[in-house]
């Protein structure tokens, strides 16, 4: 009952005993190359049915008692880091797990990371209005604000999808806004994104 309980929803060909658990953490918070929350590691490997949730959690506790793993804050929130014991085992058996495994897990952590990045970085604020919502998207720079647009839109679920657009790619809305208002299509190149969904791993607030 309990080995069911640590692998239901796992995918089949993924990781499911302790010691493999225990690696592919500590491989992955190696492949970061940042300090990474709880919440980013366990979306990663949830999103992509590697790891049962139960089992994940339970893990990362016996590595931060065992000082594999250590907790520090970055960026005001509460992440964790390898110690040199951890990135021991990274280096030394990360060869043991699957290929398709570690490639699942490490492209998921860096389209989370990616999406952190790109809410950190970038403003959104919906606010509501007598008449409906008001959307304001605002691309800090050094100085001035390089872009800073207010959109109106009927509700806030039209709000919400125009965020989720924007902070895929914010800046194809800044190439797309200048193309239109300078005719100038040649500066800002092509106009279609290259970037993968960043929500489809993890939508954080």
Not at 4 to 14: D, L
Not at 62 to 79: N, P, V
Request: aromatic share 8%; with cysteine; net charge negative.
């Amino acid at each position: 009952m309990e080995y069911k309980a640590f692998t239901e929803g796992v995918r089949p060909g993924s990781v499911t005993t302790s010691h493999e658990v225990m690696i592919l953490i500590c491989y992955l918070i190696d492949r970061a190359g940042q300090p990474v929350s709880f919440q980013e590691l366990n979306a990663a490997l949830q999103s992509q049915e590697l790891v049962n949730y139960f089992q994940f959690a339970e893990t990362m506790e016996s590595l931060r008692r065992s000082g594999h793993i250590r907790q520090e804050e970055y960026q005001g929130e509460q992440c964790y880091t390898l110690t040199p014991l951890g990135k021991g085992v990274s280096d030394t058996f990360e060869a043991g797990l699957p290929p398709a495994v570690r490639q699942r897990a490490t492209e998921a952590l860096e389209r989370i990371l990616t999406l952190v990045r790109r809410q950190r970085e970038n403003r959104v604020e919906i606010r509501q209005a007598a008449d409906g919502w008001l959307i304001t998207l605002t691309i800090p720079d050094i100085g001035s604000d390089l872009l800073s647009l207010t959109i109106f839109m009927p509700t806030q679920q039209e709000c919400e999808a125009i965020r989720r657009r924007f902070l895929n790619d914010p800046m194809l809305t800044y190439k797309g806004v200048f193309a239109l208002l300078t005719g100038d299509t040649d500066t800002v190149g092509e106009l279609v994104s290259r970037q993968p969904d960043l929500f489809q791993d993890y939508s954080p607030s």
